[in-house]
């Protein structure tokens, strides 16, 4: 077969791919996640936007492999989702749903595995069989590919390396209601926080004091520019994230580390404070662990929704 | 195909295993491991030992799908082994050179990935497909089924959960060279160390004391027999466990966690202090997370290879 969709659901637009089953992308378009009414008329946008593109392109049905979809919420191998926060749905099984309406094969993920599957595909896991991504945004979530496909677990909840445990002595709560999760740290929020508590801790001059909004960007930028505290808040986010990033090496043992999400876009210069702390508690048979930064930005969701039809 | 061997190859002895394809254990026995020259006999050994079982049992050989055979080392997906501490090869080609030996198909994979393996065939695990098993003996080991496959890895040294970091204050070494290793607590020797640390704390009485004997096994039935020192301990061993396998299952999302090794002879007593500590750190989607005791004891080993090999 020639075609497959890879289908991205968000908190406010799903991301719609059309790709060759060899790993081309021959168009890519968005909608409006709309969540009222417990997010009901979700999939059938999805179906009637579907419809219209084979319509629009004129595409054999028959030729079209199916749809992968990527779920903002832990998803069951069967393609169940239990609940979701950000899309209003309580119990939906996404497969069934979805193949009601449309007539073609799906195979629902949960999103954040879908990309690292995606950046193996077509991004900077090219060719591993083996790798975790990590994605530092406003949160920091995660997924592993081990032996070429993706993790998904008893309660399809796995690779959650945002909540690793980094800290057994953090006090605050993170959202999950744990503490001391590699989100409280190394996600952008985090960093913006490691950096506002850095600047109350002395006097000592930074570029980052004349910021206007104190980001992790900011941050970043900072460090460009050689700024002594800035560089003292990436080691301390770096360690947190390089200690976290070799407790979940233990257990995956992967080729390679793709770093994703808003914060790496600071780009290669993450890479060095990250391997510095990694390397401190790897464990031996970890050490020649690769970290790369992701390439495929947001389109790494799509296009392991394809890849996850394309392999079933 | 009837028949499959499983194979176990150990510091002291090699153990192997007659099984059905079905999962019916037809015959076991041991030979010696014999490691003088760089333990070149060791596969010939075995080879040698088949060949007399299957001339013995007057076997077909095109009945015998092969044979699988657990390393105590790290083994890629490909069978090699690139070194082992304990039966002093250096780099080996397991699956090749067992395959010239016999004529008969292999399958080499790392013992205590096997033995999580087997403890899903045919134990703790029956039925499950997403397990981890943690085996507590003089070290801590440990395996991972997902999608009830053995995880592998890009080194063949997945699922390591002996080095999982659970104290980052920690300054003593571990012998894998990193420090805070959950190993170096939640072993026979690592309780061993908390029970003798706490005995040297104060003077409290305690029929540890009087033990000539202060290991694993003294400190639990110790707190069988209602020692308020005896269960501080045990509280300090399920806290490191409990919240490293927190972290654990946080990458896998098991079903089940399966424990096993030596101080697993403890019973059922030690499940509801390790799920205390487990309940404390787990990710809310792994709350469910099940724990039992492993039951094959020192069968796992040839269970779990010879179900790689029939399911190769």
Redesign the interface.
Known sequence: MKYCFGVDVGGTSVKLGLFTTDGEILDKWEIPTRKENKGEAILPDIAESLRKKIEDRKIDKGEIKGIGIGIPA?VT?DGIVKNTANLCWGYKEVNRELRELTGLDVRAGNDANLAALGEMWLGAGKGQ??MIMVTLGTGVGGG?I??G?A???????????G??????HETKKCG???TGCLEQYASATGIARLARMRLAWDEEPSILRNQKKLDAKAVFDALKEGDAVAEEIVEQFAAYLG?GL???A??????VIVIGGGVSKAGDILIPYIKKYFLE?A????T??EFMIAQLDNDAGICGAAKLMIDK
Chains 1, 2 share one sequence.
């Open positions: 832990p191998g069989k083996d592993a081990l032996d496909r993790l998904v677990g008893a309660n399809g909840a796995s690779a959650e390396i909540h690793v445990c980094v800290n057994y999950c209601g744990k200690h070799a407790n979940v233990i257990i995956v043992d992967p080729a508690k464990f031996f048979a970890n020649e662990t």
